[in-house]
């Protein structure tokens, strides 16, 4: 067989195997080459791999900056980077962070079957520079040695799972609202309330970011529904307003790693704790006017 009868043949091989298949082919192959005796045919050979994955990145750096540079380009990436192969792709060379995020929702729903059987819960609340911040409800509260080995719990399978956390901290559960005083409710009708934009500013099916000097918003438009947001993404805290807004299905993505939202709720349809913080909105005179927290 000639060496482009080879190839030919490799090519269409590769192609009817699935991406498991080529994955632990790549495995045995790299395996293989670490098994080599001879020191210096195994240096060569990942010498070459090395170059072959540099070679990789830059060709693929190149053409994920070129598909954000257009707008149908960003959404088409998107939907690439739904498939797993392209996702494993891009993430092996570091051109798309993992998810850590959703990673630590998917070990905290590994842990808490566990945990209701003995009365407890828990609660992803945001990852901040290697840090997990959790809230435990249940048995999991107090000072017991059923609610300490219930913590010690969750720590050790993040700890375990997730080599980006370093640390977990079990943050104090939000106390009941007091309550509000009816001469109190005439003053916050102006009180820590911020004029945005004119309505016909934010058009159905746009989004449109505001800065104000407390606060960076976001105003999102759904079928001629307001809802407003703070313009970061709880991934990263990373700006929002370059993303893509599909109106007819009211998602919105996130221009950074993808994660998806719904536009109408904020609720991360990626990652369901990652939620977008929503601030009032109220409507005066065709003006839209906000209420940051």
């Keep these: 067989m000639t060496p482009a009868a080879a190839q030919t043949e490799n090519l269409t091989r590769m192609q009817a195997e699935d991406f498991e298949g080529i994955a632990e082919r790549i495995d ?7 098994e080599l005796a001879d020191e210096n ?9 090395t170059a072959i994955e540099d070679f990789h990145k830059f060709a693929l750096t190149k053409i994920v900056q070129k598909l954000k540079s257009d707008e149908r380009g960003k959404e088409l990436l998107f939907e690439l980077v739904d498939e797993p192969s392209v996702y494993a ?4 060379h570091g051109i798309v962070k993992p998810n850590v995020g959703a990673r630590i929702v998917q070990v ?18 945001r990852f901040e520079d290697s840090v997990v911040y959790v809230r435990l409800a249940g048995a999991c509260s107090g000072c017991s040695q059923s609610a300490v080995t219930l913590r010690e719990g969750v720590e050790e399978a993040l700890l375990h799972n997730i080599p980006e956390v370093k640390a977990v901290e079990v943050l104090p559960n939000e106390p009941t ?4 005083r009816i001469e109190s409710l005439a003053a916050s009708k102006t009180k820590g309330w911020i004029e945005t934009l004119a309505v016909e500013e934010v058009p159905a099916g746009k989004m449109k970011c505001f800065q104000s000097e407390t606060a960076n918003i976001l105003l999102v438009n759904i079928d001629n529904r ?9 991934h990263q805290g990373l700006p929002l307003d370059g993303g893509m807004l599909e109106a007819e299905e009211g998602l919105l993505t996130c221009p950074w790693h993808g994660f998806k939202f719904d536009a109408t709720s904020g609720e991360c349809l990626t990652a369901p704790a990652a939620q977008l913080e929503s601030f009032p909105l109220r409507i005066e005179n065709g003006r839209i006017f906000v209420r940051p927290a």
């Design 28 to 34: 045995r192959a790299l395996k293989n080459v670490e």
């Design 41 to 49: 045919a195994r240096m060569h050979a990942l010498g070459l791999k």
């Design 89 to 92: 792709l891009l993430q092996l």
């Design 108 to 125: 905290l729903d590994a842990v808490r079957p566990y945990m209701q059987s003995h009365g407890g819960d828990v609660e992803f609340v």
């Design 177 to 180: 609202p007091a309550l509000i």
């Design 226 to 234: 307001l809802n407003a947001y703070r313009n970061e993404c709880p």
